[in-house]
């Protein structure tokens, strides 16, 4: 499989800037294993790019079949809402259904003016990025009408 997540590249300064004990707060919705470790492996790129210290590092992984349930949502939801970066990573071929996808838009619009970025990894079946996706536009879209940065492979 390609791997393209190193044409992603993330200021975070802001966050690198501030004091040692200050936390950066990524948050990692992936579907299955082969989207959690490509979602791993870009946070591990930046992380090095950055010089961050890992300790500056506060991960939060959330899979979305858990998302189902209003349950899990609910507990999921502070995660996204303070997320410095969020990572939405899928295999999947099929976008995440109507719930999740309805979540995902409350938790977002929850985050309006802040400074996170949104980062889209979408590869059904080996197509990695693929830019087409319903799903993808409504997270560009989405993050444009909040005021947050959006960034895809597919999209760069």
């Known amino acids: 499989m390609p791997d393209n997540t190193s044409?992603?590249?993330i200021d975070v300064s802001e966050a690198s800037s501030h004091e040692p004990e200050a936390k950066w707060n990524v948050t990692?919705?992936?579907?299955?294993?082969?989207?959690?470790?490509r979602a791993m492996s870009m946070l591990d790129r930046i992380m090095s790019q950055e010089l961050m210290e890992p300790q500056t590092l506060h991960p939060s992984?959330?899979?979305l079949d858990l998302l189902e349930d209003t349950d899990w949502r609910e507990l999921a939801t502070p995660d996204i809402v303070e997320?410095?970066?969020?990572?939405?990573?899928?295999?999947?071929?099929?976008?995440?259904?109507?719930?999740?996808?309805?979540?995902?838009?409350?938790c977002l619009a929850?985050?309006?003016?802040?400074?996170?970025?949104?980062?889209?990894?979408?590869?059904?079946?080996?197509?990695?990025?693929?830019?087409?996706?319903p799903w993808i536009e409504s997270l560009e879209s989405l993050t444009s009408q909040v005021g947050l940065e959006?960034?895809?492979p597919g999209k760069l």
């Not at 990692?28 to 470790?37: E, S």
């Open 7 to 9: 044409t992603i590249e």
């Open 28 to 37: 990692i919705v992936y579907d299955d294993v082969p989207a959690g470790q």
């Open 61 to 63: 992984l959330w899979r």
């Open 83 to 106: 997320s410095d970066l969020l990572i939405i990573a899928a295999s999947a071929q099929n976008d995440p259904t109507t719930s999740v996808q309805n979540w995902m838009r409350s």
């Open 110 to 133: 929850q985050k309006h003016g802040g400074s996170s970025a949104v980062v889209a990894l979408h590869s059904p079946m080996g197509n990695w990025d693929r830019p087409n996706s």
């Open 150 to 152: 959006f960034l895809a």
